[in-house]
C-alpha cells in the first residue's frame, strides 16, 4: 500500500511539474496563460475564426503529454511482468491446472498434456525479509563453492539425479543444492523466472513430500512480505506404486518427466526480469541455508 501511495504522490508531483512548465513556456513564447479563461476564450473565437495558430502552440501540447507520459511509464514500469503462457496444441485430451502452493496430481497418459497457467505478479524485486537475527551468519556460508554444498547435502546416490537436473537445466530452469526440508531431502531443488520453485523425488513417499512442500511454503510466507512463491512437486514413481494425488504430479518413467518439462520450460529472463530474478536467486540461497537449521 506504501509504495501505491508513493506511486500517485510521483504521479501528482510530474503532473503538476509538466503543467508549470508548459504554462512558462507558453506564457514567455506565445503570450499564452493556460491558467486565464479569458486567453482560452480569445483561442476559441480564433479557431471559430478559421484565423491561423502557429502549429508550435499545438506542438507544445503533444510535447508535454508525451513527457507526461514518459513520466508515467518510468514510475510504474517496475510494477509490470509479462508472463508467457505456453501454447500447446492437445492432441487428444487437455487438463488445465491452475498453479497455487502446489500443482495437482494428474497421472499422464501418452496422448495427455497439462497447460499450466500462471498468476501475474507485479514485483520488482523480493521485499523486507523478516529472518533471525544469526541470518548474516548463515548467508555467509552461501560463499562455500557450489561443488562442496552439492557433495554434502545432494550425493549422487541416486542414477536419476542428474538426470532429471539436467533435464531441468535444459529447460532453463536454475538448479540449487537439495535442501533437507523437514527430514526429507528432495532429489530436485529448482526455480524459474516469475517465482517458481520445483521440488522433485524418485521413488519416496507422498506424505514426506507433502509435508516438506508444506514447510518450505510456511516458510516463504513468514520472510517474504506480500509475494506468493509457487512451488511445484513431482514424484518420479519408477516402481508404479502410487495412483494419482492432488497434491503432486506423479510420472511413471524419466521419458515421461522429460517430456513433460520440455513442455513446460522456464519463462524466458528478458532484460528487464535480470535484476527482479538474480534477487529471487539469493533470497533462495538464503533460505535454503536456513531451511535446514531448522
Known amino acids: 500500500m506504501r509504495n501505491k501511495l508513493e506511486d ?32 482560452w476564450n480569445e483561442l476559441s473565437k480564433l479557431q ?41 496444441k492437445p492432441e487428444k485430451e487437455s487438463v488445465t491446472v491452475q498453479q497455487t502452493t502446489s500443482i495437482p496430481s494428474k497421472t499422464l497418459e501418452e496422448n495427455e498434456e497439462i ?3 500462471e498468476p501475474a505478479i507485479s514485483v520488482a524485486r523480493p521485499p523486507r525479509l523478516n529472518l533471525p537475527k544469526n541470518m548474516a551468519q548463515i548467508a555467509e556460508k552461501q560463499h562455500t563453492s557450489h561443488t562442496e554444498i552439492t557433495k554434502k547435502e545432494s550425493p549422487e546416490t541416486n542414477p536419476y539425479n542428474s538426470i532429471i537436473a539436467d533435464s531441468f537445466s535444459a529447460a532453463g530452469y536454475v538448479v540449487k543444492p537439495n535442501p533437507k526440508i523437514s527430514g526429507f531431502t528432495p532429489n530436485l531443488f529448482a526455480i524459474g523466472n516469475n517465482e517458481i520453485v520445483w521440488v522433485g523425488g524418485v521413488d519416496c513417499e507422498p506424505d514426506k513430500m507433502i509435508s516438506a ?24 514413481d519408477t516402481m508404479n506404486k502410487y495412483g494419482t494425488n492432488e497434491s503432486l504430479l506423479i510420472f511413471k518413467s524419466i ?21 527482479s530474478f538474480s534477487s529471487y536467486s539469493e533470497y533462495i540461497d538464503t533460505i535454503i541455508q536456513y531451511i535446514k537449521n531448522l
Not at 21 to 28: A, E, I, M, Q, Y
Not at 213 to 236: A, M
Request: hydrophobic share 50%; charged share 20%; proline share 2%.
Open 48 to 88: 471559430a475564426s478559421h484565423t491561423p495558430i502557429s502549429t508550435g502552440f499545438y506542438i507544445s501540447f503533444a510535447i508535454a503529454i508525451f513527457v507526461f507520459m514518459i513520466g508515467l511509464y518510468l514510475i510504474y514500469r517496475q510494477e509490470i511482468r509479462r508472463i508467457k503462457i505456453q501454447k500447446m
Open 115 to 117: 497447460k499450466i497457467t
Open 213 to 236: 512442500l508444506q514447510k518450505l511454503d510456511s516458510v516463504f510466507k513468514e520472510t517474504l512480505d506480500d509475494i506468493p512463491i509457487h512451488i511445484n512437486g513431482f514424484i518420479l
Open 255 to 275: 521419458d515421461e518427466l522429460k517430456e513433460f518439462i520440455n513442455k513446460h520450460p522456464a519463462d524466458a529472463i528478458d532484460e528487464s526480469d535480470k535484476e
Open 8 to 39: 500517485i504522490l510521483l504521479s501528482v508531483l510530474l503532473g503538476l511539474t509538466v503543467l508549470l512548465g508548459l504554462s512558462f513556456w507558453l506564457n514567455t513564447i506565445f503570450n499564452f496563460n493556460i491558467f486565464c479563461n479569458e486567453h
